[in-house]
């Protein structure tokens, strides 16, 4: 099953996600898209985490598209991510990240522009939700 991590440029933290879950499950299908991807780039605040934690770095900043959604799983950050997925994709098979790792629905706060502990609380997020897949 590929599992494609959600958020809405896809330059913080659904890189993050995506670069923690391909270096945790070696071997799984993994990837990450945006809702409003408008960026070429990574932010340098999640490309230094990714360095420093010698993950797998992710693929580039992209928007959802419509091949993605047929076989895949979709993990969102929030409750308005995983809503205009639904509204753009009626059938797809999403769900919020906190969902998928525990039941809950607990989103995970944009760090665009924050400092690095903001985006290191959102790494931490990502990581504990990940570490409880069951996969």
């Not at 929030?78 to 769900?95: C, F, L, N, S």
């Not at 400092?115 to 790494?123: G, I, Q, T």
């Amino acid at each position: 099953m590929k599992i494609i991590f959600i958020c809405t440029g896809n330059t913080c933290r659904s890189p993050l996600a995506e670069s923690y879950a391909r270096t945790k499950f070696d071997g799984g299908e993994f990837e990450s898209r945006g809702l409003m991807a408008f960026s070429g780039e990574t932010s340098s605040e999640t490309i230094d985490i990714i360095e420093r934690e010698s993950l797998v770095p992710p693929s580039g900043p992209s928007q959802l598209r419509p091949e993605d959604v047929a076989d895949s799983l979709l993990l969102t950050m929030t409750e308005e991510h995983k809503m205009m997925v639904i509204q753009r994709y009626p059938g797809a098979d999403v769900r919020m990240i906190s969902e998928f790792a525990e039941g809950t629905k607990k989103p995970i706060a944009d760090p665009y522009g924050g400092s690095a502990k903001e985006y290191e609380l959102v790494y931490n997020q990502l990581k504990s939700y990940i570490d409880k897949f069951n996969l």
